[in-house]
């Protein structure tokens, strides 16, 4: 297993983050939901960060030749967290 994430852009993670502002995103949810610094993202779209390269692999979730981490999935994974811990607080209440 490879050592988690170290806040670094990647050619994925820009691909992710142009969609992302495409789609009219601020820079710090952009940063918020790739998990990355806001200088990075910021300084990535301004062309002062160099995006380091990775190539597809392919997501044992979803099966797709997708940049690890799988976006989709980890968005996925995320949602379903929030909808847990929702249901847990509204048990407790
Ligand atoms: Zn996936």
């Known amino acids: ?3 988690k994430a170290k806040h670094e852009m990647t050619t994925g ?3 992710q983050a142009q969609t992302l502002r495409a789609a009219g995103h ?8 790739l ?8 300084n990535t779209f301004r062309g002062k960060h160099r995006p380091i390269d990775d190539k597809p692999q392919r997501c044992p979730k979803c ?3 997708v940049q690890m981490p799988c976006f989709e999935c980890d968005l996925e994974a ?7 811990a929702r249901l847990v607080s509204s048990q407790e209440g």
Request: hydrophobic fraction near 40%; charge should be positive; proline fraction near 9%.
């Open 63 to 65: 099966g797709h030749m």
């Open 78 to 84: 995320k949602k379903q967290a929030n909808r847990e």
């Open 35 to 42: 998990e990355l610094p806001r200088e990075v993202v910021r």
């Open 1 to 3: 297993m490879a050592p």
């Open 26 to 33: 601020r820079i710090p949810e952009i940063a918020r939901l």
């Open 13 to 15: 993670k820009l691909k």
